[in-house]
Structure formats: C-alpha cells, structure tokens
C-alpha cells in the first residue's frame, strides 16, 4: 500500500488563507462594533446628555425668574395693548435718554420655548452655534432678528436629530397649534399659520423681518407683523435642506 505524500507547501498556503479569513473576519467584526458605538452615542447618548442639560438649564431660568432674576435682554416689559401692537422685548435707557431693547450675551439662554402640541419645553439661546447651543439641546435664536414679542421675527433653529432633538417633530405641527416664549418679563404665545416642508439651506428670506422664501416665494408672508420662525433640517438624519414653521403673536402676558 502506498503511503500519501504530504504536501508541506500546499498546508502552509491552506494556514495562510484560514489565517487571512480569520484576521479579515476579525477586522469586520471590530469594525462593525465601532461602527455600532458610534451610531449609539449619536442616536442615544447626545441625546440623552443634552436633554438633561436642556431641563436642568429650563429649572434654573425658572428659579431665577421666580427669585426676580436680572434682565437677559427680550424679557418683555408689562403692556395692555393688543399684541398687533405690543412692542415686546426689554427696554433700557440709553445714555441721552433714549430706549432700546437689550441684548442677550452670545451663547447665553434667556427664554424658554414651548410646544404643548409636541410636549416640548427647551431654552433659547442667543446665536445658534452647533457646539455652544445647537449640541447642547437648545434651540437657538438667529441673531439679527427680532427678540420675541418685538414687531417683525422672532427666529430660531434647532437640531431634527441627536443632541436632543428638540425640533423633531416640528413637522406634525399645524395651523392653530401654539407655541409659548417664556422669558423674564413676559410669555409671548404664537399660533402656528403656515409650513414650509422644503427650502434650501441657504434660503436666508425665511428669516427675515417679514419672512418670504426666495427659493420658493409661493411660501411666507408679504406684509409687516409680528412673527415667530422655527427651522430644522430635512429630511431627517441629514442637513441638506431645511423645514420651515411660522406662526402669528396671538397674546402677550407679563410675568
């Protein structure tokens, strides 16, 4: 009976391929896991950290307002009038005497903005830088628009997904649904009036003092009032374009 030759050579290639296999497999694998984390900590973890930075900074508003708190500029000052004609915003005096409203320090929430429709109650920041408001799970206040309650609009972002999210679901809003602007001086309540599902990201007329898309001019509004714009991304899960709210001044209470 003849005794098989073993092929040293051909073993070593077939421990070589199982090796390759076995290392490629593990690479996936770690891979995969990574990949996992990552996608965990956006979907999971920013979202958990900034809505509990989000509350705890909505309870320390509160405290200071109830404690008679300094003005954080759009507070509001006690008016009787109709809110077509409430001036809204803090005031101070300038040095010849004059009246302006103040402003907010950058980054710095001062208002809280809320949405029983959506069971949302978040602060307001001023500006809306992703690292010192947006990823905090704040919603942030566009500078150079008006403070809430002031004649023309008040407009704000937020993020549609992680880091709190708080703009979500801003899409289920309709018309008539209100949403509040808490500050120290005032609550300011908006009516929701009109949704623009679509823009360009650089569609800058969504924010202006009488908001109009310049991408789509079918969209916005053509005489002065008093308004409130909130923008998030679309669709969700990237930030190619941007989904508009708009909503009216309906009423003013002071504090």
């Not at 307001?124 to 309650?149: C, D, F, M, R, W």
């Not at 009488?210 to 509004?221: C, F, L």
Request: charged share 20%; hydrophobic share 35%; with cysteine.
């Amino acid at each position: 009976m003849r005794v098989p030759v073993v092929q040293h050579s051909g073993l070593r290639r077939s421990l070589r391929r199982r090796r390759a296999l076995w290392t490629g497999g593990e690479v996936l694998v770690t891979a995969g896991l990574v990949l996992l984390l990552l996608v965990a900590h956006q979907l999971w973890w920013t979202n958990r950290e900034a809505r509990r930075g989000a509350e705890h900074k909505v309870q320390a508003l509160e405290r200071e307002w109830g404690a008679g708190g300094g003005d954080h500029g759009g507070s509001g000052t006690a008016a009787s009038s109709p809110p077509a004609r409430a001036a809204g915003g803090a005031r101070v005096r300038g040095q010849a005497g004059t009246v302006r409203p103040s402003r907010p320090v950058r980054s710095q929430a001062y208002a809280v903005l809320v949405i029983p429709r959506l069971g949302l109650r978040v602060p307001v920041a001023e500006g809306v830088s992703k690292q010192n408001v947006l990823n905090k799970g704040y919603v942030g206040h566009y500078i150079g628009t008006q403070q809430p309650g002031q004649a023309g609009n008040f407009a704000v972002a937020g993020h549609r997904n992680t880091h709190g999210e708080p703009f979500r679901y801003i899409n289920r809003l309709r018309p008539k649904d209100l949403v509040e602007v808490e500050t120290s001086g005032a609550t300011y309540t908006y009516a929701v009036d009109r949704t623009l599902p679509q823009t360009s990201a650089r569609d800058a007329g969504v924010v202006r003092a009488i908001p109009r898309s310049v991408v789509r001019p079918g969209y916005g509004y053509s005489e002065p009032g008093y308004y409130i714009t909130l923008t998030t991304c679309t669709p969700e899960f990237t930030s190619r374009y941007r989904l508009v709210v708009w909503g009216r001044l309906v009423s003013m209470r002071p504090r």
